[in-house]
């Protein structure tokens, strides 16, 4: 259901609890017991899964550093993997 448009509308309870339809979280793939972050811009909300939401987040927070520490090509990043985990058992 990902890069599908849809509206779909629920009502606020008296405690401000809302049941996310369905179809809304089959979209943003969550399930019973898991998180949704609420994202308000001006009059709007946006409301997304936490997890990749999370993720987002740090892969913006990330960008570029790898290009700064060396770690160009998807073998720099293993090299670097196999040095660190040799380093760490040789501590």
């Known amino acids: 259901m990902a890069n599908t448009a849809f509206v779909n509308d629920a009502r606020v309870m008296a405690k401000g609890q809302v049941t996310i339809p369905k179809n809304v979280r089959a979209a943003l793939g969550v399930e019973s017991g898991d998180r949704v972050t609420f994202i308000v811009e001006g009059n709007n909300v ?14 913006q927070q990330m960008s570029g550093e790898g290009k700064k520490a060396g770690l ?13 985990r040799r380093e760490e058992n040789d501590g």
């Open 46 to 59: 946006r409301v997304v899964n936490s997890a990749v939401y999370a993720l987002m987040r740090f892969q």
């Open 72 to 84: 160009l090509t998807e073998d720099d990043v293993a090299n670097w993997i196999t040095q660190s």
